[in-house]
């Protein structure tokens, strides 16, 4: 038989391993969470953004509707 000093380094290293390796995959699952997040902000931003354009561009064609008929109307009296 080993002498009990080998058992309990190897449980000790293996320990140490496995605390590690669950580090590692609790900050691989964190940093997956705040990337999917920011994925989903970036998505959210970009329909707001152009839906932002499309009115800016509505509020542009009735602006440029309302300057032609001003000058017509103008021409016109």
């Known amino acids: 038989m080993e002498p009990a000093d080998g058992r309990v380094i190897l449980f ?3 320990a140490i391993a496995l605390f590690i ?10 940093t997956r969470q705040a ?3 920011a ?9 707001v953004a152009a839906s932002a354009t499309k009115s800016m561009l509505w509020i542009a064609v009735i602006t440029g509707f309302v ?4 000058t017509n109307l103008n021409r016109m009296m």
């Open 12 to 14: 000790l290293i293996i």
């Open 21 to 30: 390796a669950g580090r590692r995959y609790q900050t691989l699952v964190a």
């Open 67 to 70: 300057l032609w008929l001003v």
């Open 35 to 37: 990337w999917r997040d």
């Open 39 to 47: 994925m989903r902000l970036v998505t959210t931003r970009k329909q």
